[in-house]
């Protein structure tokens, strides 16, 4: 079996209709030797190796995990379980060099150290850094993969016990783009539809979403639908002939860096051809006129020239939307990484507004999540937003959190934009940011332009403390290192891409003295002894469930309202969406039924920005713009990308996932199967680009932009033309120590130090590189 899934990634096919219920299909996997007799119990979880949050339980024996299966009465899997959640999940966990004690540099060496040491390490700089310099001096970067507990702890001790605005995730780096689209648009975060919708719709459009590389489990959902009766159209917009774009009725491979052009283009195609509910838009949006104006010029044939396409391509994608009457749109990271990635991304909300195609079943946007928890991370303010889904520039939204905390509202950081990544490690580069704490996530690997990165980590007067699992590339270069216990090994929980709440309960116990990260941060924050204003401890919680509650209570009222999901709910319920209030009993399964969206001035997460310039709309005008419960329909002029290639490096490179590995492999790599499925990284590249520069099929080539270069074997694709693709997963902890110098693989060596305007996300998918052939000139 283990084989079988392996190659055939998706699984079995179950074939449905059209307005039919998803089949089950139970996938279950134990270590070698082992059946279901064997296993000592089961404990609910759910994987958190993609954003689906597909539900499964842990098989447990001898107080160790030995296998999982898919849960058949969870909405998102029905049972099913990718490979990475079959093999990744479990086995990733239970690697040789797990951490188990404490680190401390000591003599410019990483020690073992006892947590009394390693804390008392932390505390003693925090404070020194605090007295003497103040909040700015403290930045957090934390994960996608913490669960909802231990963000708020975060945010908590840092935007009220601390007071720095110096937060932030590697959310900014996958999801912030899904974010900004749907606050630019709605004016709140919170995703529109829900999977179930794929089992309604007449058309499904993916928007540079390599579903089935990303979210496998969600792909054989499609697969399904594709290979049942009454099949839905497919469009896919990709430079890449995927698996996705293989079975697409049509498919848009547009040159990287163009997706604004494309998405004015088809919006110019529902305007002029009469395909615009003006009922609806009259109704219930603002800012027809300025759209309309904006994507007058982008005819078919401008648009194809611009992004390489053909016009009748162009043409036939907006009829399917506009002759659909359900249609389900995804959107992920050929988006997100993009150039003007939150403005094209809300191209995708405008299409379905100007047809009213949202709200109802098979009718839905769906705004993707990369990350297994990157919800929580945005919802509990641990990217730097304020808790909830409130407004930093609202001083009723700040007040709020003030009295919810009870602490002095001008200690909480709301005089300017929280800051994002990219300027936080800036702030760390340029020395005011001197002590960085790092929860699990490997920046040393994930960030662009990674030479950069890793001088800016490495700088001798930064404090750098990090959290994780493994001695990652990012932990070797700490001052400190705390062990962390992982999943299946703690209790918490997290929100899937579709505002879907699970629980995960702990299974067995962490390795060592490993401790879980809510443990870690309420230790810190007892050590530090924040203070609430009646004189208790800012973090009073005891344990996992007292920390829920306390979210719970700060959700209240706000699109995000989980004040009616406990975790009985959650022990009797395999997933639950927000939002649902207190005493009521049933979910929310999809937002905006009655079309009353969250912008009103009072109530809404953002005033909005400008989506070309990312100049901040603010509180006045916006009230001038007569939102009040409307979407908003937002454009901006297509600029292109930051660095279009030219004759020194002639390719355009995007970066993008295996089907096998997840992030950094800290997980993955570990996992034997999928490690022997893609053990190393490689080089896409178009069959005449390859000719021209007489490369053949698996040979060593030489991938360099101006930033950095990597070495790879090529593979000879049906790529488009001038576009070079490479997985960004192959860092160097598994690597011979002279791999960074002589044969680098991490593909974010070459990648841009750009963002995106609004979102702040960065630029991966677009970057001028050259390829020769590889000389070992060692």
């Given at each position: 079996?283990?084989?079988?899934?392996i190659?055939?990634?998706w699984?079995r096919?179950?074939?449905?209709?059209a307005?039919?219920?998803?089949?089950?299909?139970?996938?279950?996997?134990?270590?070698?030797?082992?059946?279901e007799?064997?296993?000592?119990r089961w404990?609910?979880?759910?994987?958190v190796?993609?954003?689906?949050?597909?539900?499964?339980d842990?098989?447990?024996?001898?107080?160790?995990?030995?296998g999982?299966?898919?849960?058949a009465?969870d909405?998102?899997n029905?049972?099913?379980l990718?490979p990475?959640?079959l093999?990744?999940?479990?086995?990733g966990?239970?690697?040789d060099?797990?951490l188990?004690?404490?680190l401390?540099?000591?003599?410019?060496?990483l020690?073992?150290?006892t947590?009394?040491?390693?804390?008392e390490?932390?505390?003693?700089r925090?404070?020194?850094l605090?007295?003497?310099?103040g909040?700015?001096?403290?930045?957090?970067?934390?994960?996608?993969?913490?669960?909802?507990e231990e963000?708020?702890?975060?945010?908590?001790?840092?935007?009220?016990?601390i007071?720095t605005?110096?937060?932030?995730?590697?959310?900014?780096l996958?999801?912030?783009?899904a974010a900004?689209?749907?606050k630019?648009?709605f004016?709140?975060?919170?995703?529109p539809?829900?999977y179930?919708?794929?089992?309604?719709?007449d058309?499904l459009f993916?928007y540079?979403?390599n579903?089935a590389a990303?979210q496998?489990?969600?792909?054989s959902?499609?697969?399904?639908?594709?290979?049942?009766a009454?099949?839905?159209?497919l469009?896919v917009?990709?430079?890449?002939?995927?698996?996705?774009?293989q079975?697409?009725?049509?498919?848009?491979?547009?040159?990287?860096?163009?997706?604004?052009?494309?998405?004015?283009?088809?919006?110019?195609?529902?305007i002029?051809?009469?395909?615009?509910?003006?009922?609806?838009?009259?109704a219930?949006t603002?800012g027809?006129?300025?759209?309309?104006?904006?994507c007058?010029?982008?005819?078919?044939e401008h648009?194809?020239?611009?992004?390489?396409?053909?016009?009748?391509?162009?043409?036939?994608a907006?009829?399917?939307?506009?002759?659909?009457?359900?249609?389900?749109s995804?959107?992920?990271?050929?988006?997100?990484?993009?150039?003007?990635?939150?403005a094209?991304s809300c191209?995708?909300?405008?299409?379905?507004?100007?047809r009213?195609?949202?709200?109802?079943?098979?009718?839905?946007?769906?705004q993707?999540?990369?990350?297994?928890t990157?919800?929580n991370?945005?919802e509990?303010g641990a990217?730097?937003d304020l808790p909830?889904f409130?407004?930093?520039e609202?001083?009723?939204?700040?007040q709020?959190?003030?009295?919810?905390?009870?602490?002095?509202?001008?200690?909480?950081?709301?005089?300017?934009a929280?800051t994002?990544?990219?300027?936080?490690?800036r702030?760390?580069?340029?020395?005011?940011?001197?002590?960085l704490?790092?929860?699990?996530?490997?920046?040393?690997?994930?960030?662009p332009?990674?030479?950069r990165?890793?001088e800016?980590l490495?700088k001798?007067?930064?404090?750098?403390?990090?959290?994780?699992?493994?001695?990652?590339?990012?932990?070797?270069?700490?001052?400190?290192?705390?062990?962390a216990?992982g999943?299946?090994?703690?209790?918490?929980?997290?929100?899937?891409?579709t505002?879907?709440?699970?629980?995960s309960?702990?299974?067995?116990d962490?390795?060592?003295?490993?401790?879980?990260?809510?443990?870690?941060?309420?230790?810190?924050?007892?050590r530090?002894?924040?203070?609430?204003?009646?004189?208790?401890?800012?973090?009073?919680?005891?344990?996992?469930?007292?920390?829920?509650?306390?979210?719970q209570?700060c959700?209240r009222?706000?699109?995000?309202?989980y004040?009616?999901?406990?975790y009985?709910?959650l022990?009797?319920?395999?997933g639950?969406h927000?939002?649902?209030r207190?005493?009521?009993?049933?979910?929310?399964?999809?937002?905006?039924?009655d079309f009353?969206?969250?912008?009103?001035p009072?109530?809404?997460?953002?005033?909005?920005?400008?989506?070309?310039?990312g100049?901040a709309?603010?509180?006045?005008?916006?009230?001038?713009?007569?939102?009040?419960?409307r979407?908003?329909l937002?454009?901006?002029?297509?600029?292109?990308?930051?660095?279009?290639?030219?004759?020194?490096?002639?390719?355009?490179?995007?970066?993008?996932?295996?089907?096998?590995?997840?992030?950094?492999?800290t997980?993955?790599?570990r996992?034997?199967?999928l490690?022997?499925?893609?053990?190393?990284?490689w080089?896409?590249?178009?069959?005449?680009?390859?000719?021209a520069?007489?490369?053949t099929e698996g040979e060593?080539?030489?991938?360099?932009?101006?930033?950095?270069?990597?070495v790879?074997p090529?593979?000879?694709?049906?790529?488009?033309?001038?576009?070079?693709?490479a997985?960004?997963h192959?860092?160097y902890?598994d690597?011979?120590?002279?791999?960074?110098?002589r044969h680098?693989?991490?593909a974010?060596?070459?990648?841009?130090?750009?963002?995106?305007?609004?979102?702040k996300?960065?630029?991966?998918?677009?970057?001028?590189?050259?390829?020769?052939?590889?000389?070992?000139?060692?």
């Amino acid at each position: 079996m283990e084989e079988t899934r392996i190659d055939d990634v998706w699984g079995r096919r179950t074939p449905y209709a059209a307005g039919a219920t998803w089949p089950t299909r139970v996938d279950q996997v134990l270590a070698d030797g082992l059946t279901e007799a064997d296993i000592d119990r089961w404990t609910r979880s759910a994987c958190v190796l993609c954003s689906n949050g597909c539900g499964l339980d842990i098989a447990v024996k001898d107080g160790r995990m030995v296998g999982v299966r898919g849960r058949a009465d969870d909405a998102i899997n029905r049972g099913r379980l990718g490979p990475k959640g079959l093999y990744g999940s479990w086995q990733g966990m239970g690697g040789d060099d797990r951490l188990t004690t404490p680190l401390l540099r000591r003599g410019g060496e990483l020690e073992p150290a006892t947590w009394e040491e390693a804390m008392e390490a932390i505390v003693s700089r925090s404070r020194e850094l605090l007295d003497t310099v103040g909040p700015l001096s403290h930045g957090f970067y934390t994960s996608g993969q913490l669960f909802i507990e231990e963000y708020y702890a975060l945010a908590v001790l840092g935007k009220g016990g601390i007071g720095t605005p110096h937060m932030d995730g590697n959310t900014r780096l996958c999801t912030a783009t899904a974010a900004s689209a749907l606050k630019e648009t709605f004016g709140a975060d919170g995703q529109p539809g829900c999977y179930e919708d794929i089992d309604d719709c007449d058309a499904l459009f993916l928007y540079g979403h390599n579903i089935a590389a990303t979210q496998t489990v969600t792909w054989s959902h499609i697969l399904d639908r594709l290979d049942g009766a009454d099949p839905p159209k497919l469009v896919v917009v990709d430079p890449r002939n995927t698996p996705v774009a293989q079975r697409a009725d049509v498919h848009l491979a547009l040159e990287p860096g163009t997706n604004l052009a494309l998405m004015l283009g088809l919006v110019r195609e529902l305007i002029v051809n009469g395909w615009v509910d003006e009922e609806f838009v009259a109704a219930h949006t603002v800012g027809f006129d300025e759209l309309r104006d904006q994507c007058a010029l982008w005819t078919p044939e401008h648009t194809a020239e611009v992004c390489g396409l053909d016009a009748a391509d162009i043409r036939e994608a907006a009829r399917i939307f506009a002759s659909s009457e359900r249609v389900v749109s995804t959107v992920l990271q050929g988006f997100y990484q993009a150039p003007q990635a939150t403005a094209a991304s809300c191209q995708v909300n405008n299409l379905h507004l100007l047809r009213g195609m949202l709200g109802r079943p098979g009718a839905g946007i769906l705004q993707m999540n990369g990350q297994p928890t990157a919800q929580n991370n945005r919802e509990t303010g641990a990217d730097g937003d304020l808790p909830g889904f409130r407004n930093w520039e609202n001083p009723e939204h700040v007040q709020q959190l003030a009295t919810l905390w009870d602490v002095d509202p001008l200690v909480i950081p709301h005089w300017a934009a929280p800051t994002h990544a990219m300027q936080l490690f800036r702030y760390v580069e340029q020395g005011s940011i001197s002590f960085l704490w790092i929860s699990a996530t490997n920046p040393a690997v994930s960030l662009p332009q990674l030479a950069r990165i890793r001088e800016i980590l490495a700088k001798k007067d930064l404090f750098l403390v990090v959290q994780d699992l493994y001695l990652t590339e990012t932990a070797e270069l700490a001052d400190v290192v705390l062990p962390a216990a992982g999943w299946g090994e703690k209790t918490g929980t997290f929100t899937n891409a579709t505002r879907t709440v699970h629980l995960s309960e702990k299974a067995v116990d962490p390795p060592g003295e490993a401790r879980s990260d809510l443990d870690i941060f309420l230790d810190y924050a007892r050590r530090m002894d924040f203070r609430r204003n009646d004189g208790g401890p800012l973090l009073d919680w005891r344990g996992p469930e007292d920390a829920y509650r306390a979210w719970q209570e700060c959700s209240r009222g706000r699109p995000c309202d989980y004040t009616g999901i406990s975790y009985d709910d959650l022990r009797r319920e395999s997933g639950i969406h927000w939002p649902r209030r207190e005493h009521e009993t049933k979910s929310v399964i999809r937002l905006y039924t009655d079309f009353d969206f969250p912008s009103r001035p009072e109530y809404c997460e953002t005033y909005g920005h400008d989506l070309l310039t990312g100049a901040a709309v603010g509180g006045e005008a916006y009230k001038a713009l007569g939102v009040d419960g409307r979407a908003m329909l937002k454009s901006a002029t297509f600029t292109g990308p930051h660095e279009p290639p030219d004759d020194g490096y002639p390719l355009r490179l995007t970066t993008g996932r295996s089907v096998y590995h997840f992030h950094t492999r800290t997980k993955t790599g570990r996992t034997p199967l999928l490690q022997e499925a893609a053990p190393e990284v490689w080089l896409e590249l178009a069959a005449s680009d390859a000719a021209a520069r007489g490369l053949t099929e698996g040979e060593l080539v030489e991938v360099r932009s101006r930033r950095g270069r990597i070495v790879a074997p090529v593979r000879i694709t049906d790529i488009k033309p001038g576009t070079v693709f490479a997985p960004f997963h192959y860092g160097y902890w598994d690597a011979p120590p002279e791999a960074e110098e002589r044969h680098p693989t991490a593909a974010n060596e070459m990648t841009a130090t750009e963002w995106d305007p609004v979102s702040k996300q960065p630029v991966f998918k677009s970057a001028a590189v050259q390829v020769r052939a590889w000389k070992d000139e060692s």
